[in-house]
């Protein structure tokens, strides 16, 4: 049972760890002074955001933040035991 707790918070630690290179990758959401004219938003690239590698990234983020506040919560939950 040692082991698989072992295991477990590698895992959880390189999961976290992975996070946050992919954070680290995203571009920034301020585009400076270029936002204030207001031509980024309406561009091919600013519709199609979902579909870029920014959009992966996003959907990516958000998927290993959910597994990863599970996954803290059942460590938590598990340690009272």
Do not use: C, H, P
């Amino acid at each position: 049972m040692d082991t698989l707790k072992i295991i477990i918070k590698i895992l959880f630690m390189i999961m976290s760890v992975v996070m946050m290179v992919i954070v680290l990758m995203q571009e920034g959401k301020s585009y400076g002074l270029g936002s204030l004219s207001g031509s980024n938003l309406d561009s091919y690239w600013g519709k199609n955001k979902g579909r870029s590698m920014e959009g992966v990234l996003v959907k990516t983020t958000r998927i290993l933040l959910i597994i990863f506040l599970a996954g803290s919560a059942a460590m938590n939950i598990g340690s009272f035991q």
